[in-house]
Every structure is written in structure tokens, then in C-alpha cells.
């Protein structure tokens, strides 16, 4: 385990304390205290007070023992230069700032406790006179500003935690409205295309059934069109494509697919009831690009979509019989992989088999009771 290295802010701070303390002592300058010169002990003491005050934010509360003591050995020993007692400000403010007001609080005692048997002992005054009481306010005041920049610094956090957190959240909003777009937009196209080509080649010969084909090219061009505005005013509010319908309009889904020419047969197991917003939007989903893919690869002469409804999971799935060399990839594909991420997002799975002739995606979403 690393061990962090004091900052140049903090051995500047440690090293500035020193040097001021030294050049109190040596000048006069401010409350110098007893005649008298450092010597080499006092010089040991200045250089131990600057590493103390060095490392003050790796061990705080450690740090903050070791420079009272230092300061006590400093009046005992009765060497000029009070401004020392600085040293021991920083120390109970750092432990505040560092652990908060508990510590702080404990910082204070030991500290009050210190300054208060040095002054009594050292200056030969009252327990509690006036430099006493002095020096306890200031140590006190010196733990309140930590204190008060401690929480400061835990608030800063939190919001910049729930700064991020409501960014990923957004991201993800995007990421799920960008899905649907591909799945809306894939689907229509196909649709779409498919019923182009039948309008083409059947307008001149069969005219009912080709204006069939061209409703039905305008039924599902209103509808992407719709869903597509829909989901480009969620980028300008605050909403999940999860709150849109799904399986409710699985039915029109289907005579979309009826209306191309292929037989869609629904199967549906169990007792049908409402499922959680983003598991029933899941579920349309992955029939609808299962649906895409049949149209877009094989040429299917029936469709089996399967709805099992249990206790605890929806079951899902799409048969179609006319898988060929151009049915999508088990493995791979953007389509399948696509549903399979939204599945595995909900904690279920998915699977795309071909067997023979025939491609099959099953999906197992957990719905609960």
C-alpha cells in the first residue's frame, strides 16, 4: 500500500511555520517570551515541528499529539519565541478539516488540556488566566473553521456525485431513446420496402391489391413517424422511452406483417396481465425485430409469435419457416445483438436458433409476481 506524499502546499506550510518561529526567536519580533537564545535543541525541535506539520493531513490526530508535546517541551525548556503556539492552531484545525467535528471535538480536549497545564506551569499564573482562556478560544475557533471546511468539502462531493450520477443517467436515457429510433425506424423501413416492391410488381395486374400494399405503406409510415416524434421530444424532456406502450400494440404490429402476405399465428399462455413498463416495451420490441428480420432475410411462409406469461417471467417467442443462407446470424448481427443486450439489461436472456429451415428467438424476461 502507497503511502502519499505531503504536497508542496504542505511542506511549505511546515517549513514556513519553523522559519517563523526561528525568526521570532532570533528578532523579537512579536510575543518572543524569555530572554535566551535556541541553541541546537531548539533547533531540533523547529526542524521536528516543520515534519510534523508536513505530514499534518496523513496523520492528523497523530500529528496533532506529537506537536503539542513539541510545544510543551518548547515552554518547558523555555525558549523564545511563542509564536510556536501556531503550530498547534494548524494541527487542530487539520484534524476538523480532515476528520470532521467528532475528532475535531477530541482534538480540542487534548490540546485545551495541553495549553492549559503549560501556561499554569510555565507563566506561574491562574488555572484559567486571561492567556489560558485566550488560548483555548482560539484553539476552539481554530477546530470550528475546520470543521466548517470538512462538511464544505462533503457537500462540494456529494453534489458533484449526484452531478455525475444524473449525467450517466442521462447518457443512458439517450443511449435507450437512440435504441428505439433504430428499432422504430429499422422496422418501418423494412416494412415499408417490402410493401414497395409488392405495390410494384402487382399495381398493373391486381390494382386492389396493390392500393392494399400502398395503405398499407401509409399505415405504418404514420405510425414510425409518430413514434419517431415521440421519442425526439424525450431528448428535449425529462422521460425514458420505457414509459411507451407496448405489447398493447402488438396486435396492429401483426397485420402489419398479415398485410404483406405472411400468416402470423399469436399464441398466448397464461394468464395476459399488465407487465412493468420497460419489460412490456422489451417484449414489443423484440417481436417486432424479430419480425424485421424475417422480412429483411427470409422469405417466411408462416410466423409463430409466442407470449408465456408465468409467475415470476414473460417468455417470449418468434418462429418463422423460411430461414435460409440469408437468416441473420445466431451470433451475430446488430439486430439480435441488440435484443439481446435490452434483455440481459432487464436481468433475462435471449437465444436465435436456426434448425433447418427454420429461425427461432426466444426471450425470458423476469416480470415478478
Not at 505531503?6 to 524569555?34: D, F, H, K, N, Q
Not at 452531478?163 to 436515457?173: H, K, N, P, V
Not at 429499422?186 to 400494399?213: D, F, K, W, Y
Request: hydrophobic share 50%; glycine share 10%; net charge neutral.
Amino acid at each position: 500500500m502507497s503511502v502519499r506524499r505531503p504536497t508542496a502546499a504542505e511542506t511549505a506550510t511546515g517549513t514556513g511555520v519553523a522559519a517563523l518561529v526561528a525568526v521570532s526567536a532570533v528578532t523579537r519580533i512579536g510575543p518572543s517570551g524569555p530572554e535566551g537564545t535556541l541553541g541546537p535543541l531548539g533547533a531540533v525541535l523547529l526542524v521536528l515541528l516543520a515534519a510534523l506539520l508536513t505530514a499534518r493531513r496523513m496523520f492528523p490526530f497523530g500529528v496533532l499529539v506529537a506537536v503539542n508535546a513539541v510545544v510543551a517541551a518548547w515552554f518547558v525548556l523555555d525558549f523564545p519565541g511563542r509564536l510556536i503556539t501556531v503550530a498547534a492552531l494548524i494541527a487542530c484545525y487539520t484534524v476538523a478539516a480532515e476528520r470532521g467535528w467528532r475528532l475535531g471535538a477530541a482534538a480540542w480536549a487534548v490540546t485545551a488540556a495541553v495549553s492549559t497545564v503549560v501556561v499554569h506551569g510555565t507563566l506561574g499564573v491562574a488555572w484559567f488566566d486571561d492567556r489560558a482562556v485566550n488560548a483555548l478560544s482560539l484553539e476552539l475557533a481554530a477546530v470550528a473553521l475546520g470543521s466548517a471546511v470538512h462538511y464544505h468539502r462533503a457537500y462540494a462531493a456529494g453534489a458533484r456525485e449526484r452531478a455525475l450520477r444524473d449525467r450517466l443517467r442521462e447518457t443512458e436515457q439517450r443511449l435507450e431513446i437512440a435504441r428505439e429510433l433504430h428499432d422504430v425506424v429499422g422496422h418501418t423501413m423494412v416494412t415499408i420496402s417490402v410493401q414497395a416492391g409488392v405495390a410494384t410488381h402487382v399495381l398493373e395486374r391486381n390494382p386492389e391489391q396493390g392500393a392494399a400494399a400502398l395503405r398499407t405503406i401509409k399505415t405504418i409510415s404514420d405510425e414510425g413517424l409518430a413514434e419517431v416524434q415521440a421519442l425526439l421530444g424525450m431528448l428535449r424532456v425529462d422521460g425514458t422511452a420505457a414509459d411507451r406502450g407496448g405489447l398493447s400494440r402488438l396486435e396492429t404490429l401483426l397485420d402489419v406483417t398479415r398485410a404483406t402476405g405472411v400468416p402470423v399465428e399469436l399464441v398466448v399462455e397464461g394468464e395476459r396481465r399488465p407487465l412493468p413498463p420497460r419489460v412490456d416495451l422489451a417484449a414489443f420490441r423484440i417481436v417486432q425485430e424479430a419480425l424485421t428480420n424475417a422480412r429483411r432475410h427470409a422469405r417466411p411462409a408462416s410466423i409463430r409469435v409466442r407470449l408465456l406469461y408465468g409467475d415470476d417471467v414473460l417468455e417470449v417467442g418468434v418462429l418463422n419457416d423460411g430461414a435460409g443462407e440469408s437468416a441473420p446470424s445466431p451470433t451475430g448481427g446488430n439486430g439480435i445483438s441488440g435484443l439481446r443486450s435490452r434483455a440481459t439489461a432487464l436481468g433475462g436472456t435471449l437465444h436465435a436458433a436456426r434448425t433447418g429451415e427454420t429461425f427461432e428467438v426466444t426471450a425470458t424476461l423476469p416480470v415478478g409476481r
